[in-house]
């Protein structure tokens, strides 16, 4: 005998109402032109800096612009805004009346909310007392390490139109960093520090094994730490799609 009507499971995956949609899109969309005005300020800065130096090592733009594209947080915020802003515009159209996301945009959305993530916590624990005066506005490093993985934090939990994914997308959540951890090693001795002149180049101090109190082994301790958390993240991202989507 059917359950009575009112004790019948609702569908999980039901289309959201269309109001909830379009505010979902506009909030996408709106944190994408935030993170692009955040990071092309932090990159004028930088080159500002660049063409302001007094030495050769400082002074050198192709450096200085590879330099900053190669942080986990600029390249992170990258892919959010660019990620968000299709997602954005997806839900504002046609993913208004469908029942879930494409899943290749369900994948890019699972990567980039546990990156940032990432970079919110590893920023706020390891980074924030370090002074980022003439290279960073504060406001940058707000919109960029908080607002940013806060607003990917809440559309993971949050938004509309969510698609199960399978465990196997944690492969390809950790591909990036995995491949951004041995070309930021490779990389970090092949080039002079803008900042010191020194020959080596580490985008955040405790990846630097030259700096007191560090070695190769704390490097490697710090570097499986984050990809612990990375996977943990992942791992959450995903238990989350498998609850909500369809």
């Known amino acids: 005998m059917p359950a009575p009507e009112h004790l019948a499971p609702l569908p999980r995956s039901a289309p959201a109402p269309r109001a909830w949609a379009t505010v979902w899109g506009i909030v996408r969309l709106a944190t994408a032109a935030l993170i692009l005005a955040g990071v092309i300020t932090q990159l004028t800065m930088s080159v500002q800096n660049a063409l302001a130096a007094t030495t050769p090592y400082a002074g050198h733009l192709p450096t200085i612009i590879a330099n900053f594209f190669s942080y986990f947080t600029i390249?992170?915020?990258?892919?959010?805004?660019?990620?968000?802003?299709?997602?954005?515009?997806w839900l504002l159209g046609p993913g208004r009346d469908a029942r879930r996301e494409p899943r290749g945009l369900a994948i890019l959305l699972a990567c980039?909310?546990?990156?940032?993530?990432?970079?919110?916590i590893v920023y706020n624990l390891l980074l924030r007392g370090i002074s980022q005066v003439g290279i960073s506005a504060p406001w940058v490093n707000e919109v960029l390490h908080v607002i940013g993985p806060?607003?990917?934090l809440a559309d993971v939990l949050f938004a509309p139109q969510r698609r199960c994914l399978g465990w196997g997308v944690l492969g390809a959540v950790a591909a990036f960093p995995i491949a951004w951890a041995g070309y930021t090693l490779i990389r970090a001795n092949l080039i002079i520090s803008p900042l010191?002149?020194?020959h080596w180049w580490y985008p955040y101090p405790f990846l630097?094994?030259?700096?007191p109190g560090n070695s190769y082994l704390t490097v490697s301790l710090y570097i499986v730490g984050i990809a612990v958390v990375i996977l943990a993240l992942g791992t959450g991202v995903v238990w989350a799609s498998r609850k909500r989507g369809e």
């Open 75 to 89: 390249l992170s915020n990258v892919a959010a805004m660019v990620v968000l802003a299709i997602a954005g515009v």
């Open 112 to 120: 980039i909310s546990t990156y940032m993530i990432t970079t919110g």
């Open 150 to 152: 806060l607003v990917l």
């Open 196 to 198: 010191t002149g020194e």
């Open 208 to 211: 630097n094994p030259n700096l």
